[in-house]
């Protein structure tokens, strides 16, 4: 082959080789596997959701989203927004005037189970994942979908000045019993937790443990171990992309609220421009979350808000799903230990997936793998339950609830 060819041929050289190599490994990610690592103790009860559950057994991602970074920003930017027109309540959470938004999918019918979601940070029922969520639960299983808003989240506004804590399950616990009163003690009730809601969610339920009135929970993608995260997300990449991201929404968060945030005795540690001028997630949350709710310093509120050492006390049937590409939240700060101590925990641990996504398909423009994953948790509970879906909604189609 001569100089001359090569120099003329150079350019087509150079398009073609990555392009060959690309495709090479598309089709490599096609037909290869991608076993997934259940951990459980092997009692009958977990036994039964693993058989009526395929789905856990293996997660295939999108062949050509090679890894946990690309597949967490297609995840955000890849799929549409749903259209869902909900219907919201502002639920009084404290005696200061506090509220949270609650947003009803539909109003429920008698009998109908109750799918609680929980969001991300700064996230709310806007969310393609939420929305998405949504859709798959009430189209393949007539579940009705309620999603819960951290304090002043999903374009609501705050009504008093305290804002969102990732450590506070207080608003949870509130939002779960006024549902629990509306719908009765005989209907099926989960919940389902995204990122820093997953969190929230795992230490309500180990607060709440043999009381806890949620008949089954999936908890997705959740820092159990807050400083590991923190950590992870102060690297040279996550600083420059996730980090300054979600800063910058915090700091959207605290200005659209910024009225009730002045300086007062109540609040005499909180500077709004130290606030304003946060670089990263602990900046902010030095500066913002610890002086509202008291906490020493940032690594005493990681501390109280990690949610790994609730897993021991959990008391009722608990999905975890995380990927051991999260580039947010690291698995590793899940243990395992406690897991294979606790009947009541299921845990996958997906090869991919990144953060908050788990797209599938060639072109994944639709349902994710975790909507599949508990949309199955949840027949299987149903069945395990007992709870015939179909006779109990059907036989009083005509009746709703108010909320």
């Keep these: 082959m001569s100089w001359s060819y090569l120099k003329n041929h150079s ?17 490599w990610r096609i037909i290869k596997r991608y076993p997934s690592s259940i951990i459980m103790v092997p009692t009958e009860e977990n036994q039964f959701i693993i058989d009526h559950c395929p789905s856990f057994n293996e997660y295939r991602p999108t062949p050509w989203i090679f890894n946990g970074h690309l597949m967490t920003v297609f995840g955000v930017l890849f799929r549409p927004l749903p259209k869902i027109i909900f219907e919201r309540i502002l639920l009084p959470v404290d005696d200061s005037g506090g509220t949270i938004a609650v947003d009803w999918h539909t109003k429920p019918h008698p009998g109908q ?34 999603v819960i808003h951290a304090r ?21 616990r509130i939002s779960i019993k006024y549902i629990r009163s509306i719908i009765g003690n005989e209907t099926p009730l989960f919940a389902v937790g ?3 809601g997953a969190g929230i969610l795992t230490k309500y339920l180990g607060e709440e443990s043999s009381q806890c009135i949620l008949d089954g929970a999936i908890v997705c993608c959740a820092s159990f171990d807050m400083l590991l995260s923190n950590a992870n997300m102060e690297q040279w990449l996550q600083v420059h992309t996730y980090n300054r991201r979600l800063t910058n929404n915090l700091i959207r968060y605290i200005k659209q609220h910024e009225h009730h ?23 902010f949350d030095r500066h913002v979350v610890v002086p509202q709710y008291g906490y020493r310093d940032v690594e005493h509120y990681y501390s109280e808000a990690s949610s790994k050492i609730w897993l021991k006390s959990i008391r009722i049937p608990t999905l975890i799903l995380s990927a051991m590409d999260d580039p947010i939240c690291p698995i590793d700060g899940l243990p395992i230990e406690d897991i294979l101590q606790n009947q009541y925990l299921i845990a996958i641990k997906t090869l991919e997936g990144g953060h908050v996504s788990y797209l599938q398909g060639w072109w994944p423009r639709t349902y994710s793998y975790d909507n599949v994953v508990v949309i199955d948790y949840i027949k299987a509970r149903l069945k395990q339950m007992k709870y015939e879906l179909e006779t109990k909604i059907d036989d009083q189609k005509s009746l709703s609830i108010n909320i």
């Design 113 to 146: 189970p109750i799918l609680v979601i929980l969001h991300g940070l700064t996230g709310g029922s806007d969310n393609e994942y939420i929305r998405w969520m949504i859709l798959s639960a009430s189209s393949k299983l007539n579940i009705c979908c309620v």
């Design 194 to 196: 995204y990122s820093l």
């Design 11 to 27: 350019r087509t050289l150079l398009v073609a080789i990555p392009s060959t190599v690309a495709l090479v490994g598309c089709i």
């Design 261 to 283: 945030f002045v300086k007062t005795e109540s609040l005499p540690n909180l500077n709004m421009n130290e606030a304003y001028q946060s670089k990263t997630i602990r900046d």
């Design 152 to 172: 002043g989240c999903g374009r609501s506004q705050l009504t008093s000045a305290r804002s969102f804590c990732a450590a506070n399950t207080d608003d949870l």
